[in-house]
């Protein structure tokens, strides 16, 4: 078989050694990942604005399609909190909830999301991860768990108010207040309890009681199911529907028909921004989820077949009628936890979402939308770190202001300013860091070959001779700030004869870098100081082979630094190294 078809539908290598045993693994892990996920689907549905159905159908065709497709054997793709914000966000500005242009918009958003997402693929753009540094990641995502939990409010509470940002929902809310629905309240109230109790104090009683912790978690997980179920029968044997309770009412039954999204180009045009920032939030989440958990097993994720999968995962979930998917963090640890082995697993859970599509849709009849609330506001409770800030603030100030500013972007003006405003921070974080290279001055360290730097050892330096460590590699941003550097300290030493730069670090050169590299030499020439090179890598070697630099260079290109102060400054050399082995 081609290695070219192995790479793009992973399941032709670890289908080939597909056991009874994996079989049976794979399928107690997606029971209980079914049963977690039927209550997630409806609630990010309703997070989205769309009709509960819809996020049963966006997961089934993704896991089928990502079981083909994906490098991970544990990771669970399907709805996820930070998506299905994104995905209210940018719908909610074309189209009224409720309606078919909402609707179709969403599935547009997920097609057109896939589209971008093959393509990246195909491109090998995997690497666009490393343009979104972790502070700022940790910031829009702690800021759209807030974002998340306060927009559910008005359902705990049962009231109308709405907006896409945090002052917007906050005012509409305190506008409000005046028409809480009592009914509502509580069963919103017991079950944001029941949850964050389940989850933090179920087990340990369970464990008290003699429970395996695997039985006990597994009891832990269906604890949304239960919440489900138990204010179901409240709204339906209580008639809580006539006393003002909002119920998901009916939901249509069957599988999903396969269609085309809407081919609008206008449409397209307008969704085109949000579905390329919903493309890289849910990248950067769903390979970092799976490298996490692949870790774990010494297993290998591949992050461009990782863009094809969930490309192809959002492109099935758009022809089958649901809105953007990615990894999820918390059903793929459950995924995790639960034994699954392979892909396979999220095939058997896509099987068990449609058996759910075909024959439980008629109990959700009486569902109140507050217990669905209850269910988003205590899954994002997770994702908010706020004391990430201090951890932070410690670590990087510059760090720490792009993730405080990502933070206070997403919350008042909305999440697609956000993770712009972090996209942005981060390069530009990148290109203020290398701009500006760690240099140090060097000398040797007494009897031995080694060279420190001048400000943090007991080193010995030669007057005459001054070597700069580059600890960075050169290219247009911080060229000029390296011709600055040597400028400065020649001219602040008269009795410098050479300069020797000393670049162990330095990967690559650019050529802006080049030009930078021959001005100095020639500006050093024309001043009586001749400039020379040290622990050059080979691929540096070889741009510099390829230019005049080498010809014209007015000194020497050294093996290693000693080498460089050997030739330079035999008797100093030969007398620091004396010292220390006489000490």
Request: with cysteine.
């Amino acid at each position: 078989m081609p290695p070219a078809l192995r790479r793009l539908f992973p399941i032709l290598t670890w289908g080939a050694a597909y056991t009874r045993a994996s079989a049976a693994n794979d399928l107690i892990a997606a029971v209980i990942v079914t049963i977690m996920l039927i209550p997630q689907s409806l609630a990010y549905a309703l997070l989205a604005g769309l009709p509960a159905e819809v996020g049963l159908y966006a997961s089934i065709a993704p896991l089928l399609i990502y079981a083909l497709m994906g490098s991970s054997r544990t990771l669970a793709v399907g709805p996820v909190a930070v998506a299905s914000l994104m995905t209210a966000a940018a719908v909610g500005k074309l189209a009224a909830q409720g309606t078919p242009e909402y609707l179709g918009a969403a599935i547009a958003l997920a097609f057109l999301s896939g589209l971008m997402l093959l393509a990246m693929g195909a491109l090998r753009l995997g690497f666009i991860a490393n343009f979104l540094s972790h502070p700022v990641i940790s910031g829009f995502i702690s800021a759209s768990g807030l974002l998340i939990a306060a927009s559910q409010l008005p359902h705990l509470l049962g009231i109308k108010a709405g907006g896409q940002t945090l002052p917007e929902l906050l005012g509409s809310l305190l506008r409000g207040l005046g028409g809480v629905n009592l009914p509502t309240l509580v069963i919103g109230a017991a079950a944001v309890g029941f949850l964050l109790w389940s989850r933090r104090g179920l087990a340990p009683l369970l464990r008290a009681r003699g429970w395996q912790a695997r039985p006990a978690g597994m009891v832990v997980r269906a604890a949304p199911v239960a919440a489900v179920a138990l204010t179901t029968l409240a709204a339906w044997g209580l008639g809580l529907e006539a006393r003002g309770v909002a119920l998901v009412g009916e939901v249509p039954g069957g599988l999903p028909v396969p269609s085309l999204p809407p081919l609008d180009l206008g449409l397209w045009a307008q969704i085109a921004v949000p579905a390329l920032l919903i493309s890289i939030v849910g990248y950067v989440e769903t390979i970092s989820v799976a490298q996490t958990l692949a870790a774990k097993r010494r297993q290998r994720i591949d992050p461009d077949q990782e863009l094809l999968a969930l490309g192809g995962a959002n492109l099935g979930s758009a022809l089958s009628g649901g809105f953007p998917v990615t990894g999820g963090f918390a059903r793929s640890v459950v995924n995790f936890d639960a034994g699954a082995e392979t892909p396979a697993a999220g095939a058997f859970t896509a099987v068990g979402m449609a058996l759910a599509v075909l024959f439980l849709t008629p109990l959700l009849h009486y569902l109140p939308k507050a217990t669905l609330a209850a269910t988003i506001v205590v899954a994002v409770l997770s994702l908010v770190d706020l004391g990430a800030l201090r951890r932070t603030w410690v670590l990087s100030r510059t760090d720490f202001a792009a993730m405080l500013a990502t933070m206070l972007v997403t919350l008042v003006v909305g999440v697609e300013a956000g993770i712009s405003a972090g996209v942005i921070l981060s390069l530009g974080l990148h290109l203020f860091r290398t701009s500006r290279p760690h240099v140090a001055v060097v000398g040797q360290v007494p009897g031995t070959e080694h060279f420190r730097n001048v400000l943090r050892h007991a080193v010995v330096t030669v007057p005459e001779v001054l070597t700069i460590r580059v600890d960075e590699s050169l290219y247009f941003a911080n060229a000029r700030f390296l011709e600055d550097t040597v400028y400065d300290r020649v001219a602040a030493d008269p009795g410098l004869r050479h300069v020797v730069l000393m670049c162990p670090a330095v990967n690559d050169v650019d050529a802006s870098a080049f030009e930078s590299l021959e001005a100095i030499n020639s500006r050093l020439r024309d001043a009586g100081v001749t400039l020379h090179l040290s622990e050059v890598k080979g691929p540096v070697m070889d741009k510099l082979r390829r230019g005049h630099f080498l010809q014209e260079l007015s000194g020497k290109v050294y093996m290693t630094q000693h080498d460089a102060m050997r030739a330079l400054a035999p008797e100093v050399t030969a007398r620091v190294r004396a010292a220390g082995r006489s000490e």
